[in-house]
């Protein structure tokens, strides 16, 4: 059986079709991850056992994301000698309705259902056994168990019956049929018989089961009714008494609402009337005063201030004025000093010079030193100084200071007046210090006055929000009637004290519980009795139990004897399947020189026996062990590699064993992963030899050794 080309159309990562044609012996297809390489593998196989109607997930999800119509593929190959086309298309919506199934041979066109049967009659290889055998997919070397193996050789042992041992299994099973047939009326005659005898003795048994029942569900009903009653009447106390509670509460916080009310109106009003008597007795005399009098007391004794840094300014040049006029004249009386002593030395000097010259030379010269000194000597240019400007400057302080001490005097603050004559510097610190001192205490009087009148203001706004809300005289009216309506509710909470000493709130949330659940029970085994009584009414008269039971027996003993004679055939059935499995061989000793031929050249000679022990588990002799290791992925034997290479040859040698007249092509996704360089190029030669006789298709993201060169190749984009 040899793959010829394959087409495929909106099936996974192709959209469009591609068509792809396969070497009879060795094709190698090459492309990097998530080209398509596992996508065509899974073409082939969907090709060869997928039927195009199923609704299963999987086939949906091959279709290309976005095709509107589905995915199709179509292969071709040869099979036993003749040359066959094989076309499936699954839709993307109602794939029972819409899909196709083509099949051309040589001779025959056929679609849908006839195309399906013809084509497992052509095939005859079971999914199962591909899978298992000559296809490898992505990590799946290891994945082959022992029981997948003895599935395979029962498989094999099947396809070996003679026809002359189906000849004589076709008697047995056409013997069989018949005395199943027999037997299967003889049961059915049974089932009726005992459906009848079951009904017959279940009849008896729920009349009597029935009567029993009402007489239970009475006594009960009655007990619970007189519990019912006594426990309702004691709950019904106990809600009026929570009722109690709970209103004298909502009154007690009700009239507590209220009282807070009052207080809080009262202690208002209370403080409203202190500030009131307040304002009336200390700040009188501020309530007389004009409403700008503040803003005039306070511009004038800014003015004031101002006045008085001018004064002082003004005061303090004079004094530099006076100061530079005394130099100014020191210096000409200096000047005058200079040019009389010059003269007087300049006449000693023509005196003497006649009698001493030197000493009269010397005079001369000091006098002219003189004279040039006196002469020479200029004094400063003293600047205009106008006094005007130091007594406007006093005029006005006094003015202010005056108006400061009437506005004072206005307020209640007694303070002397600047004197007329003489500078206002002359006005003692200690006068200063009473201005300063009066300023300050009625600016604080004047502010505690205004807070005291924005409190009573702020005060008479929240007396009004108040009283808005609740108005006196009927919140006290109120609150009487609800006094009296509390000591009512007291005293009915008094005479029921011993009710709420003996039943507490968890108690009486118990009973309550325990009254709905008798209460539901009640209604439950009213509801029981009406039913009883009804099926009592409705039950049919039955046939006698004791004539059902002789007819049953006489049946079972009918069917007791065609049972036998059934086991009998099916005895002598197996032991003729038995002896032609002994007569078959095993599949260990078959399989076991294959995977030995294919286990040197995968390994380089490192790995050379291996056997199947009695539950088919492959073992490979270690060389540097000595000892037979049970080849599994866990064992610390083996690398990741070596165990891909001993599956790799199990799988070469399962395909040779279970070759009949039909030899799979060797499907191979990836499988040499983890080979090294040198095991790759060796597993390669090896499939180049198995390509002689058995078609290898390669599946492969790895780059081909550069001397090595397959039948064909083809790349993925």
Not at 21 to 30: G, K, M, S, V, Y
Not at 141 to 161: D, G, I, K, M, W
Not at 441 to 456: G, I
């Amino acid at each position: 059986m040899r793959f010829l080309r394959l087409s495929v159309e909106g099936y996974g990562r192709f959209k469009e079709r591609h068509t792809f044609e396969f070497n009879p012996a060795f094709t190698c297809i090459l492309g990097a991850n998530e080209s398509g390489k596992s996508t065509l593998l899974a073409a082939l196989l969907d090709a060869l056992y997928t039927v195009p109607t199923t609704t299963a997930q999987a086939a949906r999800e091959r279709i290309h994301w976005g095709h509107p119509h589905g995915w199709t593929v179509e292969v071709e190959l040869e099979l036993r000698g003749q040359r066959l086309r094989v076309r499936k298309f699954h839709p993307v919506d109602e794939p029972r309705r819409r899909a196709e199934f083509w099949l051309e041979t040589d001779s025959e066109t056929l679609q849908g259902e006839a195309a399906r049967a013809r084509w497992e009659q052509l095939w005859r290889v079971p999914q199962e056994v591909y899978l298992a055998t000559a296809c490898v997919r992505q990590r799946e070397l290891s994945h082959l168990s022992p029981r997948s193996l003895r599935a395979l050789q029962q498989q094999l042992r099947e396809s070996a019956v003679n026809a002359d041992l189906n000849r004589i299994f076709n008697a047995l099973s056409t013997e069989q049929r018949r005395l199943r047939t027999h037997a299967d009326q003889h049961q059915r005659t049974l089932n009726a018989l005992d459906q009848r005898l079951q009904q017959a003795r279940t009849h008896a048994f729920r009349q009597r089961e029935l009567q029993t029942r009402l007489q239970q569900i009475r006594a009960e009903s009655e007990t619970l009714r007189h519990q019912l009653a006594h426990d309702e009447a004691l709950l019904e106390r106990w809600r009026t008494l929570r009722h109690y509670e709970e209103q004298l509460e909502r009154l007690q916080r009700q009239a507590d609402a209220n009282q807070r009310h009052l207080n809080q109106l009262e202690q208002l009003e209370r403080r409203a009337n202190d500030l009131e008597s307040e304002l009336q007795t200390e700040f009188a005399d501020l309530e007389a005063l004009p409403a700008d009098f503040k803003e005039r007391l306070d511009a004038a004794y800014a003015q004031f201030q101002q006045l008085q840094q001018r004064a002082a300014a003004l005061t303090a040049e004079a004094r530099r004025h006076q100061q530079l006029r005394q130099q100014a004249i020191g210096r000409n009386k200096a000047r005058v000093g200079f040019a009389v002593m010059g003269a007087a030395l300049l006449l000693a000097g023509a005196v003497l010079i006649q009698t001493m010259p030197l000493l009269g030379a010397v005079a001369i010269g000091l006098g002219i030193v003189a004279v040039g000194v006196a002469a020479l000597w200029r004094g400063g240019t003293l600047q205009t100084y106008s006094e005007s400007a130091l007594t406007d400057a006093y005029d006005a302080l006094r003015q202010r200071w005056d108006q400061l001490t009437a506005l004072l005097q206005q307020a209640g603050y007694t303070i002397e007046s600047m004197p007329r004559n003489g500078a206002p510097a002359q006005v003692s610190a200690h006068t200063l210090q009473q201005l300063e001192h009066a300023v300050q205490q009625f600016n604080r009087r004047w502010r505690a006055w205004r807070e005291r009148c924005a409190e009573l203001e702020r005060l008479r706004h929240q007396i009004e929000a108040l009283q808005a809300v609740h108005e006196p005289k009927a919140l006290r009216d109120q609150q009487r009637a609800l006094a009296l309506e509390i000591l009512g509710l007291q005293e009915k909470l008094q005479r029921e004290a011993t009710l709420r000493e003996a039943l507490s709130a968890e108690a009486a949330l118990r009973l309550e519980t325990e009254v709905a659940r008798r209460r539901e029970r009640l209604n439950q085994l009213e509801a029981e009795r009406l039913r009883c009584e009804g099926a009592l009414q409705t039950l049919p008269d039955t046939e006698p139990v004791d004539a059902l039971e002789l007819e049953y027996a006489r049946a079972e003993r009918q069917l007791q004897q065609t049972q036998a004679r059934l086991r009998l055939l099916q005895t002598t059935e197996q032991l003729l399947r038995e002896a032609n499995a002994r007569y078959l061989s095993h599949l260990s000793p078959r399989l076991q020189p294959r995977i030995e031929h294919y286990l040197p050249s995968l390994t380089h000679g490192r790995y050379t026996r291996a056997t199947l022990d009695e539950q088919l588990s492959l073992q490979v002799l270690h060389p540097e062990r000595g000892d037979w290791l049970a080849v599994e992925i866990s064992h610390p034997a083996w690398s990741t590699s070596v165990v891909d290479q001993l599956f790799f040859a199990c799988r070469l040698g399962l395909a040779d064993a279970l070759a009949d007249d039909l030899r799979l092509p060797l499907l191979l996704d990836d499988p040499f992963v983890h080979f090294d360089s040198e095991r790759y190029r060796a597993a390669l030669e090896l499939l180049r030899a198995v390509a002689q006789h058995t078609q290898v298709i390669l599946f492969s993201c790895r780059p081909l050794p550069p001397d090595f060169a397959p039948d064909a190749v083809l790349r993925l984009a």
